[in-house]
């Protein structure tokens, strides 16, 4: 498994696990107890990193890698990237 730089926040864990030969998907599970599953974690996809390129990635979704990211530009809680419009970045 990889190495990876981020700590996860209180209450969550990350889970790894092999998505292809060369891609690792990474998890991020939520330890609350969620009613509408029996009381059990939830996960979520943080996102994807490509061992051969050692290069993370944003999910599309979680079957799907998306774009590469730099780590720098993630948070603890996903890969995903903020998409704003010029007028919501000013209020940034």
């Known amino acids: ?3 990876f730089p981020h700590s996860p926040p209180s209450g969550y864990s990350y889970v790894q696990t ?6 690792t998907a990474i ?4 330890h609350f107890p969620f009613s509408y599953n ?12 490509n061992k ?3 290069c993370y990635h944003a999910p599309v979704n979680s079957k799907k890698v998306g774009n590469k990211v730099r780590i720098e530009d993630t948070t603890p809680y996903s890969a995903m990237q903020v998409k704003q419009t ?3 970045a000013a209020f940034v």
């Not at 998890?27 to 939520?30: A, G, K, L």
Request: glycine share 10%; proline share 3%.
């Open 86 to 88: 010029p007028l919501t």
């Open 52 to 54: 051969k390129t050692k």
């Open 1 to 3: 498994m990889t190495e």
């Open 18 to 23: 092999e998505f292809k030969t060369n891609v």
């Open 27 to 30: 998890w991020i599970q939520n």
């Open 38 to 49: 029996g009381g059990n974690s939830v996960n979520s996809i943080w996102g994807f990193y």
